[in-house]
T-cell receptor, first 116, second 111 residues
Framework: ETGVTQSPTHLIKTRGQQVTLRCSSQ?????VSWYQQALGQGPQFIFQ???????GRGNFPPRFSGLQFPNYSSELNVNALELDDSALYLC???????????????FGQGTRLTVV | DAKTTQPNSMESNEEEPVHLPCNHS???????IHWYRQLPSQGPEYVIH???SNVNNRMASLAIAEDRKSSTLILHRATLRDAAVYYC????????????FGQGTRLTINP
């Protein structure tokens, strides 16, 4: 059983550019969430996808958008990058088991984005 | 979102038990208590979760107060690999896995 994989591991972008980060969820998991972790802080929830539909969003502007594909992999897109977007971006997948709402989340290693 | 309060840091010795406290006085009746940890340069890792009863797994034990306003993560025999930031999180029953992380407790293990 493969875990959650994210690509790329590191990325440097210029302010104003756009970036796409990718996540492959763990086998059998149909829910994917994205988090932003600034240096020295806990991860902050960006949004979640369940069966290709957005299923909750944190306090992030619309220039943060996402997609989930039929195979449950996911993308995080950030437009008009700002210096403050520099952070570790984490993807987490979890199974939505019938009758069991509260399950553990499995995180990837993250993508370190630096905006210069 | 219901909030949790944890000490910023704790220190313990290798092969000794560690008790990591968490206060969550505003917990609702349907909030689960989750613990995750984050080792340096890695994504968070699930440790354990529970609702009302104490829980045990291969990694740790979770002791939940009778009024559910506090809980304690217990590492029975700490190793150097347990050095990490430990997060106590309340996750609502409704809806999957919107985890609200606080600052967590940075656990240092001395050899």
């Amino acid at each position: 059983e493969t875990g959650v994989t994210q690509s790329p591991t590191h990325l440097i972008k210029t302010r104003g550019q756009q970036v796409t980060l990718r996540c492959s969820s763990q086998s059998g998991h149909n829910t994917v969430s994205w988090y932003q972790q600034a240096l020295g802080q806990g991860p902050q929830f960006i949004f979640q996808y369940y069966r290709e539909e957005e299923n909750g969003r944190g306090n992030f502007p619309p220039r943060f958008s996402g997609l989930q594909f039929p195979n449950y992999s996911s993308e995080l897109n950030v437009n008009a990058l700002e210096l403050d977007d520099s952070a570790l971006y984490l993807c987490a997948s979890s199974p939505a088991r019938q009758g069991v709402r509260n399950t553990e989340a499995f995180f990837g290693q993250g993508t370190r984005l630096t905006v210069v | 979102d219901a909030k949790t309060t944890q000490p910023n840091s704790m220190e313990s010795n290798e092969e000794e038990p560690v008790h990591l406290p968490c206060n969550h006085s505003t917990i609702s009746g349907t909030d689960y208590i989750h613990w995750y940890r984050q080792l340096p340069s890695q994504g968070p890792e699930y440790v354990i979760h529970g609702l009302t009863s104490n829980v045990n797994n291969r990694m740790a034990s979770l002791a939940i107060a009778e009024d559910r306003k506090s809980s304690t993560l217990i590492l029975h025999r700490a190793t150097l690999r347990d050095a990490a930031v430990y997060y106590c999180i309340l996750a609502p029953f409704q809806g999957a896995q919107k985890l609200v992380f606080g600052q967590g407790t940075r656990l240092t293990i001395n050899p």
